[in-house]
């Protein structure tokens, strides 16, 4: 291998550096590539040198970030296919565990989703993890930064705390393709409990987390005051309050997501007290 580094004239040590931009380049695209494809569907005829400016993405120059969306086909506003959500290519991808997957019941999965907000010309971003069978918003996360430890790792440590001692092991923990959702910390937090990690490859295909980030900024913060982190941070945790404690489903037969899982919990609470052994 040494005598590769001299043939090539590089150091070992320049390669390793070498690599490691790589792997941080390829990281920062995974990052990013979901809500370039958001912002694009908002507003279609926007540029690249635009969205950088309302993106502002920490270690990245501007001339870098047009290249990106040059290499992701976005350089020139083109037609949005609001169904693909995700490049694969060179993305780690999970099975789509929750395809011809029926749900009858809490804890079986759980689907997630990154959006942006927008307060003035700063982008923050908000992550929702919620149970794919009762609706309910489990865990959430707000921050001005899209790497894993600000947004997923937040939101689904505060899943798991909600859930306490009625986290099983074996939920699937569905999402889109976006490099938070295999982030090596991510991916040992769901390790350590239990998780099976899913992907979808379509939008459609995660359409439970897509829709919650419509009805939490269209049906709430749109109405709230947002016109500081502070003030985002208070209303996205009121709008979810009110998600979880008072909105009927219809496809809960119009009861709200609070409803559903205090059901399905009190079933599992007999069912703990029934097996445990009689003195």
Known sequence: MNQLYQVIGISKQAMHQYLNRLMHQDETVAYLEPIIIQIRADHKTMSCRAMYYMIKPPGIGRDKFEAICHNLGYTVPRPVNHIRTTNSNGVV????????????????????????????????????????????????????????????????????????????????????GGGQYYAKSFLKLTAKHGFINSMCEYAYENGKAERINGVI??????????????????????????YNQDKPHKA?????PNTIENEHLSLLSLSAKNKQPTS
């Open 93 to 176: 991808r999970f099975e789509n565990h929750l395809q011809n997957y029926t749900l009858t019941g809490i804890n079986q999965a759980m689907v997630s989703d990154i959006t942006y907000f927008q307060i003035k010309n700063r982008f923050y971003y908000i992550t929702f993890i919620l149970d794919a069978y009762s609706r309910y918003i489990l865990g959430y996360s707000v921050s001005d930064t899209l790497v894993t430890e600000k947004t997923t790792l937040p939101a689904l440590q505060m899943a798991i705390k909600h859930r306490g001692k009625y986290l099983p092991q074996g939920i699937i923990f569905h999402s889109d």
């Open 217 to 242: 900024k269209n049906n709430y913060l749109r109405f709230c005051d947002t016109s500081n982190p502070n003030k985002l941070l208070k209303a996205v945790d009121r709008s979810v309050y009110l």
């Open 252 to 256: 809960l037969k119009y009861k709200t």
